[in-house]
């Protein structure tokens, strides 16, 4: 690799790119923010209507490991096409937000399938915590304060959980969703579409 000193106003330049690059792919992929938003609420709400009517025990455990597992594989199919298509650089930081972002999902769904009984009434705020890091982290690299803002709202509503019955962390979920994930994307959807207009 050619090693070249950059100047202070190269290096910012390089910076601000970097930051700009990554933040087109991300405002392209809102809906994607949006998607993982409407799943956790679509899976929580539908527990809590099972648990009401007597079925959980039927249809909880297909319900969430099929709907999680189909979104995961949607997002990678559609992340690969989609740089593909657009032929966008791949940053460090674009790198470094998709690792985390894997690393994250499949980490929450082995915590989830195989240690829930371990994490007991910890399990849904650590689930919480866990997404907000991710958020904020991806909110703060792209600079785009209404991802940072749900990332923050969405640690806090996780740190009020352990304060909290058990029997309500749905809620908390329900409500992490459409603060952390639905309202940030819609933002960033629309932030991309006021950009081409």
């Known amino acids: 690799m050619d090693e070249k000193n950059l100047t202070p106003e190269e290096s910012i330049l390089l910076i601000s790119r970097t930051i700009e690059d990554t933040k087109k792919r991300f405002e392209e992929n809102g809906h994607i923010i949006v998607l993982w938003g ?8 539908s527990q809590f209507i099972f648990s009401i009517t007597g079925l959980y025990k039927l249809f909880d455990i297909i319900w969430t490991v099929i709907l999680f597992p189909l979104g995961a594989i949607y997002t990678f199919i559609y992340v690969r096409k989609d740089v593909k298509k657009r032929n966008l650089p791949k940053t460090l930081l674009t ?9 994250m999902g499949a980490n929450l769904m082995i915590l989830g399938l195989i240690f829930s009984k371990q994490l007991g009434d910890a399990l849904a705020p650590i689930f919480l915590i866990l997404l907000a890091m991710s958020l904020i982290v ?4 792209i600079k785009f304060k209404p991802l940072l803002i749900g990332g923050i709202l969405l640690n806090l509503i ?3 959980s352990f304060l909290i019955n058990r029997d309500y962390h ?13 309202i940030p994307g819609i933002l960033l959807n629309r932030a991309k579409r006021e950009e081409h207009v």
């Open 158 to 160: 996780g740190l009020g």
């Open 38 to 45: 409407s799943l956790t609420f679509i899976v929580f709400f």
């Open 95 to 103: 790198r470094v937000i998709g690792t985390m972002g894997w690393t």
């Open 138 to 141: 991806i909110g703060s690299s």
């Open 170 to 182: 749905g809620f908390s979920m329900m409500l992490g969703a459409v603060v952390g994930f639905i």
